[in-house]
């Protein structure tokens, strides 16, 4: 007898005991695509699982992108979605990459207003920790085990209320240095989100787990020679202290996520005075440089884990502490400009906060 499953959207509890990726809300939204018809309009449905031919073209062969974003309360009750254009632009890159048909930018946006207005009333307002995390996805839909691109797709956008991606660990990050595994390859899919970049990670993160670390620090594939970025996130270090502390990050090799969270710090960390680069780390002046105290912070970065800052990173053989292990000066005040521009507390100049009216507001 096949198992009934029922999704309903569950209620938020305190930031504290709220998690990252089980708390749904209520709804979906869905849209499909095939030659004949392109994509339809997008449907606001019920949250419930979907039907699956066991044989779906993109189960098999990883044809599946998806991106993620947050949603956040404003200082007047109101809900805005985090530049959600950037991700609508980086959704087709990953769909091209894949040779999946292209979701126009206006669609992706419009869906995600569609779920969050109808769902936005599910993020309790006044806790700062609590955001509506947000994943459109699409994959190959069609019933066929031919090995090549899907004659149908799916695109979907669910949502959820989100606590700390990081749970209850408290300070600052331990982190594993992966010398023996590698997440992208050059002419591969690292600067692209594609699911089939995230399973083979999950060996490293056990690795990184045994040894008391909760990311990993990946490194290139072919001389296991420079920084790329972490598990789900993106990386920067701070050199120097003070109003002549110097923000890096590695630069984008083709191999590395562009993220947007990534994006917005770049542009913070200039407008508060930091002296801003993107080059090449290499792994062994990093590791001197921690030694030294020539880097006095390291942060991982993006929307799940928004600003984290890291303490310590180790592998196999050694570890080295970062500044004092706990979180930076630098590390704290971009977390907090970020965090206010998010919240509606900072200027806005470059428009980041898209407003969603939430069904039945007006009452």
């Known amino acids: 007898m096949t198992e009934e499953i029922t999704l309903a959207p569950q209620a938020p509890a305190a ?19 095939s030659p004949q018809d392109g994509w339809r309009p ?60 292209e979701l126009p930018a206006r669609m992706f946006v419009e869906a995600i207003d569609q779920l969050v207005a109808a769902d936005g009333h599910e993020l309790p307002a006044g806790d ?38 990081f749970g209850d660990q408290p300070g600052a990050l331990s982190v594993w240095v992966s010398r023996d595994h590698s997440r992208a ?34 490194l290139d594939s072919g001389q296991r020679r420079w920084v790329e ?22 630069e984008l090799t083709g191999t590395l996520l562009p993220g947007v969270t990534r994006d917005s710090l770049l542009a913070l960390g200039a407008r508060m005075g ?3 680069r993107q080059e090449r780390v290499p792994i062994d002046a990093l590791l001197a440089d921690c030694a030294s105290g020539a880097i006095t912070e390291m942060f991982a970065c993006g929307t799940a884990a928004v600003v984290a800052p890291i303490g310590r990173l180790r592998d196999a053989d050694r570890q080295w502490t970062i500044g004092d292990g706990g979180p930076g000066p630098v ?11 998010q919240h509606g507390r900072a200027a806005d100049p470059d428009g980041w906060l898209r407003p969603v009216r939430l069904l039945g507001a007006e009452r």
């Open 15 to 33: 930031s504290a005991r709220v998690g990252h990726g089980d708390m749904f809300t209520g709804h979906m939204t869905s849209s499909v695509w």
């Open 42 to 101: 997008s449907e606001l449905l019920p949250l419930a699982p979907i039907p699956t031919h066991p044989g779906t073209l993109g189960m098999h062969y990883a044809q599946v992108v998806f991106e993620g974003m947050k949603a956040f309360r404003q200082p007047d009750g109101a809900i805005a979605v985090f530049r959600p254009w950037e991700n609508a632009h980086r959704f087709q890159r990953s769909a091209r990459r894949l040779a999946m048909p």
């Open 128 to 165: 700062d920790e609590l955001s509506l995390y947000i994943r459109p996805v699409m994959y190959g839909s069609e019933p066929n085990l031919m090995l090549r691109p899907s004659h149908e797709y799916r695109f979907l956008v669910l949502a959820f209320v989100a606590g700390g991606f």
């Open 185 to 218: 390859m050059p002419g591969g899919t690292g600067d692209v989100k594609c699911a089939a970049n995230y399973g083979p990670s999950f060996v490293a993160q056990q690795q990184a787990a045994a040894a008391g670390c909760q990311q990993v620090l990946w």
């Open 229 to 250: 970025e972490m598990g789900g996130m993106n990386v920067f270090l701070v050199r120097g202290r003070g109003p002549e502390a110097e923000l890096v990050t590695p």
């Open 274 to 276: 930091f002296r801003v």
């Open 331 to 341: 590390t704290l005040a971009l977390r907090e400009r970020l965090v206010d521009v």
